[in-house]
């Protein structure tokens, strides 16, 4: 056994339903279980040195080259939790800190961790059935325009709380592979419309009522926490990534709507997560604490092998309006959302049908092209129907959004640059180059005779060899005449410069592009440089960006 990684769960996560500790560790085969028994047994007898009743928890992993070793600890002292379970796979591996030097050295580090007061105070918050928040920068109670945020160490005792103060706000969890950020903007500006002031959290930062006051990844339980925190914010929705899923679990033990867009292969391997059915288990804990309802994608097979799995009441949408699965959620007396084969988005309840918007009036679906987008539609409406939205506001949004590129930078943005077509778009795995196909097809469709497709494309160092090649396929398939491989500096992730860039070349060519057409950029604005310098009036020049998704790289004009 050897340790990989040593983590704090601050929330619900895949292994326990609270707040734990948790390490990744490599399994030597034929000798696993022996390790993992020793691991238990250490584990057990420290916390019962400290005082605490452990019960360990083991998630073997797919391949067998390893686990996940976890056990629930309090809130407060996670970091002390985190040092048990490292000497207790010490122990496993043969280390020789003895029990009682051990747990001397970890009462020590839990008393100096812990935080009673505020213990006390989010107790007294769980039997008012209130929201809380804490980490290092405090306790709070209550959620946005109704939060109350105090120092950890100076909370103040629950007979002193001005609870009548305190409560939730609207919130909504949205995750999955594909369409995360461009529903939670178009949910956001759906609440918007009923005259909420809403805070969003996206891979792009955090957004309140259309004001980014924190740029970059914002996917993550910190940022979320962060937002919620705020006094200027009464509605929220909370983009929540896989990685933070993993590495420190849900901010929250309950939304009132939680979506789930889709589940597909991107980032297995990570974590401990090699399967798609385990990727679906991480994104399902989103939907397991939604209250109203959960929102799910009916195109993502993972998703519809796990119907009537959740406590929520189920409401299915599909871009297909042949969908099965929606056929028989109607036929049970479900609520669905879906595209008519007349091009129109519809809520179904049972036998009712209703009729929202015409995907001509919806500029984000591109009349109809952009079927992922579609789905993101039609995942939003459900979810802001869950929040009381009504349709005349629905219909409003859906006719407004798109329509500028600050309504959802970064996704299939398009721009007239001396002449070249240039669509900008974040698409980077399997899934997403799939939806592209058809509005790069459509693109190059309408440019001129002898017009040329260029493409630039570039990848984290954390995918595959085998998931290199398959994007590289994928892109091929849509026939460009010249491709713009770049490095991803700040995403090496373990890769040597330039390793991923000639993975991606050796792909294009043995896919037939040809190899003076296949040329090199340092990184993103490189790339974007070079293929404007190249490019001709006429052209479509489609950039799948990675990093910068603003549109910033492009020049005015």
């Given at each position: 056994?050897?340790?990989?990684?040593?983590?704090?769960?601050?929330?619900?996560?895949?292994?326990v339903?609270?707040?734990?500790?948790?390490?990744?560790?490599?399994?030597?085969?034929?000798?696993?279980?022996?390790?993992?028994?020793?691991?238990?047994?250490?584990?057990?007898?420290?916390?019962?040195?400290?005082?605490?009743?452990?019960?360990?928890?083991?998630?073997?992993w797919?391949?067998?080259?390893?686990?996940?070793?976890?056990?629930?600890a309090?809130?407060?002292?996670?970091?002390?939790?985190?040092?048990?379970?490292?000497?207790?796979?010490?122990?496993?591996?043969?280390?020789?800190?003895?029990?009682?030097?051990?747990?001397?050295?970890?009462?020590?580090?839990?008393?100096?961790?812990?935080?009673?007061?505020?213990?006390?105070?989010?107790?007294?918050?769980?039997a008012?059935?209130?929201?809380?928040?804490?980490?290092?920068?405090?306790?709070?109670?209550?959620?946005?325009?109704?939060?109350?945020?105090?120092?950890?160490?100076?909370?103040?005792?629950?007979?002193?709380v001005?609870?009548?103060?305190?409560?939730?706000?609207?919130l909504?969890?949205?995750?999955?592979?594909?369409?995360?950020t461009?529903?939670?903007?178009?949910?956001?500006?759906?609440l918007?419309t009923?005259?909420?002031?809403?805070?969003?959290?996206?891979?792009?930062?955090?957004?309140?009522?259309?004001?980014?006051?924190?740029?970059?990844?914002?996917?993550?339980?910190?940022?979320?926490?962060?937002?919620?925190?705020?006094?200027?914010?009464?509605?929220?929705?909370?983009?929540?990534?896989?990685?933070?899923?993993?590495?420190?679990?849900?901010?929250?033990?309950?939304?009132?709507?939680s979506?789930v867009?889709?589940?597909?292969?991107?980032?297995?391997?990570?974590?401990?997560?090699?399967?798609?059915?385990?990727?679906?288990?991480?994104?399902?804990?989103?939907?397991?604490?939604?209250?109203?309802?959960?929102?799910?994608?009916?195109?993502?097979?993972?998703?519809?092998?796990?119907r009537?799995?959740?406590?929520?009441?189920?409401?299915?949408?599909?871009?297909?309006?042949n969908?099965?699965?929606?056929?028989?959620?109607?036929?049970?007396?479900?609520?669905?959302?879906?595209?008519?084969?007349?091009g129109?988005?519809?809520?179904?309840?049972?036998p009712?049908r209703?009729?929202?918007?015409?995907?001509?009036?919806?500029?984000?679906?591109?009349?109809?092209?952009?079927?992922?987008?579609?789905?993101n539609?039609?995942?939003?409406?459900?979810?802001?129907?869950?929040?009381?939205v009504?349709?005349?506001?629905?219909?409003?949004?859906?006719?407004?959004?798109?329509?500028?590129?600050?309504?959802?930078?970064?996704?299939?943005?398009?721009?007239?640059?001396?002449?070249?077509?240039?669509?900008?778009?974040?698409?980077?795995?399997?899934?997403?180059?799939?939806?592209?196909?058809?509005?790069?097809?459509?693109?190059?469709?309408?440019?001129?005779?002898?017009?040329?497709?260029?493409?630039?494309?570039?990848?984290?160092?954390?995918?595959?060899?085998e998931?290199?090649?398959?994007?590289?396929?994928?892109?091929?398939?849509?026939?460009?005449?010249?491709v713009?491989?770049?490095?991803?500096?700040?995403?090496?992730?373990?890769?040597?410069?330039?390793?991923?860039?000639?993975?991606?070349?050796?792909?294009?060519?043995?896919?037939?592009?040809?190899?003076?057409?296949?040329?090199h950029?340092?990184?993103?604005?490189?790339?974007?440089?070079?293929?404007?310098?190249?490019?001709?009036?006429?052209?479509?020049?489609?950039?799948f960006?990675?990093?910068d998704?603003s549109?910033?790289?492009?020049?005015?004009?």
């Open positions: 056994m050897e340790l990989l990684d040593s983590r704090r769960l601050t929330g619900k996560n895949l292994l339903p609270g707040s734990a500790a948790v390490a990744d560790v490599a399994l030597t085969p034929g000798e696993d279980e022996a390790a993992l028994t020793r691991w238990r047994t250490a584990v057990v007898e420290l916390g019962a040195a400290l005082g605490w009743a452990i019960v360990p928890v083991v998630r073997i797919h391949d067998r080259l390893g686990a996940s070793l976890a056990f629930a309090p809130t407060d002292t996670l970091y002390a939790a985190t040092e048990i379970n490292e000497w207790a796979i010490a122990q496993a591996c043969g280390g020789s800190e003895a029990l009682v030097d051990a747990s001397t050295r970890i009462a020590a580090a839990i008393a100096g961790e812990r935080r009673p007061r505020a213990m006390a105070l989010i107790e007294a918050a769980r008012r059935g209130l929201p809380w928040l804490f980490d290092e920068d405090g306790v709070t109670i209550g959620l946005g325009a109704r939060s109350r945020t105090w120092p950890s160490a100076e909370a103040p005792d629950p007979s002193d001005a609870w009548s103060e305190l409560g939730t706000i609207p909504v969890a949205v995750t999955g592979t594909n369409g995360k461009t529903t939670v903007r178009l949910l956001a500006r759906m918007a009923t005259g909420a002031h809403p805070g969003y959290t996206s891979t792009d930062g955090i957004v309140v009522a259309d004001e980014t006051v924190e740029g970059g990844d914002c996917t993550g339980p910190g940022a979320a926490r962060r937002l919620l925190r705020r006094g200027d914010v009464d509605a929220a929705v909370l983009e929540t990534a896989r990685g933070g899923l993993l590495r420190r679990g849900l901010v929250l033990d309950a939304t009132d709507v979506v867009t889709n589940v597909s292969d991107d980032h297995l391997g990570q974590w401990g997560i090699q399967t798609i059915e385990e990727l679906a288990d991480v994104k399902c804990t989103v939907a397991s604490i939604a209250d109203r309802r959960v929102v799910l994608g009916a195109d993502s097979s993972p998703l519809w092998r796990r009537g799995s959740f406590c929520a009441p189920e409401v299915w949408f599909s871009a297909d309006f969908s099965q699965l929606i056929r028989e959620h109607l036929a049970s007396g479900g609520e669905a959302w879906w595209a008519s084969e007349h129109e988005i519809v809520r179904g309840v049972g009712r209703n009729v929202i918007a015409s995907l001509a009036a919806i500029p984000l679906t591109i009349g109809g092209i952009a079927r992922h987008n579609v789905a539609v039609l995942g939003a409406c459900a979810a802001a129907r869950g929040l009381g009504g349709d005349e506001h629905l219909r409003t949004c859906l006719q407004e959004f798109g329509r500028k590129p600050d309504d959802n930078p970064g996704r299939n943005e398009q721009f007239n640059v001396s002449g070249v077509t240039v669509l900008l778009d974040f698409a980077h795995n399997l899934d997403g180059l799939a939806l592209e196909a058809p509005i790069v097809a459509a693109l190059r469709a309408r440019a001129p005779t002898g017009a040329r497709l260029i493409i630039s494309f570039g990848m984290a160092g954390d995918r595959s060899d998931m290199l090649v398959r994007l590289a396929d994928a892109i091929a398939a849509m026939g460009p005449d010249r713009i491989v770049r490095e991803q500096p700040e995403y090496l992730r373990g890769r040597a410069p330039g390793e991923v860039p000639r993975i991606l070349h050796r792909a294009f060519a043995a896919r037939g592009v040809a190899d003076d057409a296949i040329v950029a340092d990184d993103e604005p490189s790339a974007v440089r070079v293929g404007l310098a190249d490019a001709r009036a006429g052209d479509v020049f489609v950039v960006a990675h990093t998704r549109g910033n790289l492009l020049p005015s004009g």
